[in-house]
């Protein structure tokens, strides 16, 4: 999975950790099948997902 920012991009892979400071601007781009944790806090945040077609 990468993050991709404004000013960078951060490949996460396995075991992987990525801290997302609320207000950032941020998308995530998936290449495979995954399993991952996500944690909102707190609870309030807004996102949308959309797959690629």
């Known amino acids: 999975m990468t993050f991709i920012f404004r000013d960078r991009e951060v490949v996460a892979g396995p075991g992987s950790f990525v801290f ?3 207000g950032v601007e941020h ?9 991952g944790l996500l944690i909102y806090s ?3 945040a807004d996102h949308t ?3 690629v077609e």
Do not use: K, M, N, Y
């Open 20 to 22: 997302v400071p609320r």
């Open 27 to 35: 998308t995530a781009h998936i290449t495979e099948s995954l399993r």
């Open 42 to 44: 707190p609870g309030d």
């Open 49 to 51: 997902t959309q797959p």
